[in-house]
């Protein structure tokens, strides 16, 4: 899976490089400095992954991925667990809370592999079955 890291702290950058090389499925071509640099990136090569700072100048992490015409998969780096929420309302895949042990990125990027549900799928209500004595039913998904 080709992927991007959009870090503007080279030191968390180097890390998550340094991680994804480790990874077999992964491989990293660029590494963007803040949001505005990754439109670019996204807009002019196949993505599948980005590893996303929150944090950015110019443009945040969250408003980046509302830009998005194709969002490839998302998995959040950053440092403040208050945009978590928002982050999953948008689909990312993983938040991961900085600083970023290995063995949490390697839960994370497994995520990666997993079959993706139909966003229909995920947004389904639960509704009585007609299966079972009366009085008493199951819930499907």
């Known amino acids: 899976m080709r992927c991007i ?10 890390i998550l490089a340094e991680y994804i090389g480790m990874t ?29 700072d929150i944090n950015l100048p110019k443009l945040n992490g969250l408003e980046f991925i509302k830009t998005l015409r194709r969002q490839p998969k998302v998995i959040v780096t950053s440092a403040y667990h208050e945009f978590a929420v928002e982050g999953f309302d948008l689909q990312v895949t993983d938040y991961l809370l900085k600083p970023i042990e290995f063995s949490r990125f390697t839960k994370a990027v497994n995520k990666l592999l997993l079959p993706q549900r139909p966003p229909d799928a995920q947004q389904q209500q639960y509704r009585p079955s007609r299966r079972g004595p009366p009085g008493r039913f199951t819930f499907l998904w």
């Not at 890291?5 to 180097?14: G, K, R, T």
């Open 5 to 14: 890291i959009v870090e503007d702290e080279p030191l968390a950058a180097e």
């Open 24 to 52: 077999p499925f992964l491989t990293l071509t660029h590494i963007c400095p803040d949001a505005i640099k990754a439109l670019d990136v996204v807009h002019a090569n196949p993505v599948d992954v980005i590893f996303l």
